[in-house]
């Protein structure tokens, strides 16, 4: 496993980190907690120091899992956790979930469930449009004085609101995202966060699973699983998604790799910290093989030919989806 510092000042961290959404029971399918409880322990024994959650991920489940399971090992792994993410009913963001006394409300409660003093990396998980991310940033910054967190995150926001929060004090990472089937922080996010030395976090690196060489259609989705109405994965675009994977797959085995391991490591070679989840031994293991993989020059080369930027079909989310996302 390699390792990085993110954005230059910040923690040190395993190229490859893990994605604890999918510790949450009815996300993409049932999960079985001894299994996935195996496989958070498999993925520090893996190399990987980097764990990545959020408070709504199971109404708080996968934080408590986390801490119930790593408590004896938290020295082993740099922890990320997120607030400010929770919806309606009609999916819209909660208003005044940014606001510096739910900043402090929420981490908290995070902790609690965690069973930890601090957490290494808070994020706010989507700009609050109620409140100016110069007031939450203020909130973090008083969370790093207080000890109770060791630096600042944000999710999906743009490169303005990036300049804006890192006035007021410096944000260690951006978590977006990501992978070959998604290729929008390209645009503007990533030079920006390469101009302030703000560290990338890419969520859903795989392209929500369709990367993952499982997915051939809507049968490989359970009846709860959320991704049926995700765009990517209707009827004509699913199709157009699986031939694009397929393709990878192919020059995948030629590295003798997976698709998935591929898939990642090249996002290690665009300056991203990947965070693939998953609920199974065998899944994190491979996931971090990824780690130690170089990719020479015509390799990229051809990646960049098979799946250029908008070649998978379907948007990144619905409209709710999109509606919360700041652009």
Excluded at 160 to 176: E, K, L, N, S
Aim: proline residues 5%; negative net charge.
């Amino acid at each position: 496993m390699q390792y990085r510092t993110l954005g230059g000042r910040g923690p040190t961290v395993s190229v490859l980190g893990f994605g604890a959404m999918t510790l949450a029971p009815n996300v993409y399918a049932y999960v079985d907690e001894r299994e996935a409880a195996e496989t958070l322990q498999a993925a520090l024994d893996a190399g990987i120091t980097f764990i990545d959650t959020a408070d709504i991920y199971g109404a708080g489940y996968s934080e408590s899992m986390i801490g119930r399971v790593l408590r004896g090992r938290r020295e082993e792994f740099v922890l990320a956790t997120k607030f400010g993410g929770n919806q309606d009913k009609e999916r819209r963001l909660v208003p005044g979930l940014g606001r510096p006394e739910y900043v402090r409300t929420a981490i908290d409660a995070s902790l609690g469930r965690l069973g930890t003093d601090h957490v290494d990396l808070y994020y706010l998980h989507r700009l609050d449009p109620s409140t100016p991310v110069e007031d939450t940033v203020g909130a973090l910054a008083e969370l790093i004085q207080a000890g109770k967190i060791g630096h600042i995150g944000l999710s999906e926001v743009s490169a303005q609101t990036i300049r804006r929060a890192c006035a007021v004090h410096q944000v260690t990472a951006v978590q977006t995202e990501y992978s070959l089937f998604n290729r929008a922080p390209e645009q503007e996010v990533l030079p920006v966060c390469a101009e302030l030395g703000v560290g990338f976090v890419a969520y859903s690196p795989l392209g929500r699973g369709l990367l993952g060489g499982a997915i051939r259609g809507q049968g490989e989705l359970g009846p709860r699983d959320w991704r049926r109405g995700n765009p990517r994965f209707q009827e004509g675009n699913l199709d157009h998604n699986v031939a694009l994977a397929d393709s990878v797959a192919t020059l995948a085995a030629e590295q003798d790799l997976t698709v998935a391991q591929l898939a990642l490591a090249w996002l290690t070679h665009q300056n991203a910290v990947p965070i693939p989840g998953t609920s199974r031994v065998a899944n994190v293991r491979a996931n971090a093989a990824a780690g130690d993989v170089t990719l020479d020059k015509e390799v990229l080369l051809r990646l960049e030919e098979l799946v250029p930027p908008g070649a998978a079909a379907g948007a990144q989310g619905d409209a709710a989806y999109l509606g919360n996302i700041d652009r």
